[in-house]
């Protein structure tokens, strides 16, 4: 079955630390991917998302993702993290038809100030 | 961008009773919306694809008669906990698409508590 891993549960890092979140899909066709974030509570914001074309894709918040066919990774990248960043985020893929999402298990991202 | 609005946000109820939730796109059509169910400190699961005027498709293990989902018109969407039981204490989150786009807009969630 088509689906998203997340390998790193929880990761933390120092404001102002560059950042990385590691997702990894599983195979298929040209996958359609996006990182999402969810703060306590509230329901999930689009970061990015990547269909084709420019493997490097940027997002909101100064995030970016680089897609990688050859290790079928779509890590999530920022230079400078902020304490604000500190929040779950969410890998995910379109899965079969009906534009299905299937999501990763999730990174909880700690900001130490 | 386009806003999908939920609610109620938080909803305390007492087994046995049911519980309504809305699912509203605000600025769009969507043709499509799903519920998902969100356990602490995991994932989303889909629970159910719902597309307006006809019957939501539920995924494996889901129980269609306890969690009914209609999806009367083009901007909403409900989801009603059918006696419910202190096991379906969750975060429940929906999204909601719009034709010929491949990209989901969530709501807020609902925070889900039976006692």
């Known amino acids: 079955a088509q689906s998203v891993t997340q390998p790193d549960i929880h990761i933390t890092v120092s404001e102002g630390a560059s950042l990385e979140l590691r997702c990894n899909y599983s195979?298929?066709?040209?996958?359609?991917l996006f990182w999402y974030v969810q703060s306590p509570g509230q329901g999930l914001q689009l970061l990015l998302k990547?269909?084709?074309?420019?493997?490097l894709v940027q997002g909101i918040k100064g995030f970016e993702a680089e897609f990688k066919r050859s290790q079928s990774s779509f890590n999530l990248r920022k230079p400078s993290v902020h304490w604000s960043d500190a929040a779950e985020y969410f890998c995910?893929?379109?899965?079969?038809?009906?534009?299905?999402?299937?999501f990763g298990t999730g990174t909880q991202l700690k900001v130490e100030l | 961008g386009a806003v999908v609005s939920q609610h109620p946000s938080r909803v305390i109820c007492k087994s046995g009773t049911s519980v309504k939730i809305e699912c509203r796109s605000l600025?769009?059509?969507?043709?499509?919306m799903f519920w998902y169910r969100q356990f602490p400190k995991q994932s989303l699961m889909l629970m159910a694809t719902?597309?307006?005027?006809?019957?939501?498709?539920?995924e494996q293990g889901v129980e269609k008669d306890k969690f009914l989902i209609n999806h009367a018109s083009l901007t909403l969407s409900t989801l009603t906990v059918t006696s419910a039981h202190p096991e379906d204490s969750s975060f429940y989150i929906c999204?909601?698409?719009?034709?010929?786009?491949?990209?989901?807009?969530f709501g807020q969630g609902t925070r889900l508590t039976v006692v």
């Open positions: 999204s909601a698409m719009v034709a010929g786009r491949t990209e989901a807009f």
């Open positions: 195979y298929g066709a040209t996958p359609y």
């Open positions: 990547y269909f084709s074309g420019d493997t």
């Open positions: 995910a893929r379109i899965t079969g038809g009906g534009n299905k999402l299937t």
């Open positions: 600025d769009f059509q969507a043709t499509t």
């Open positions: 719902s597309n307006e005027g006809s019957k939501a498709t539920y």
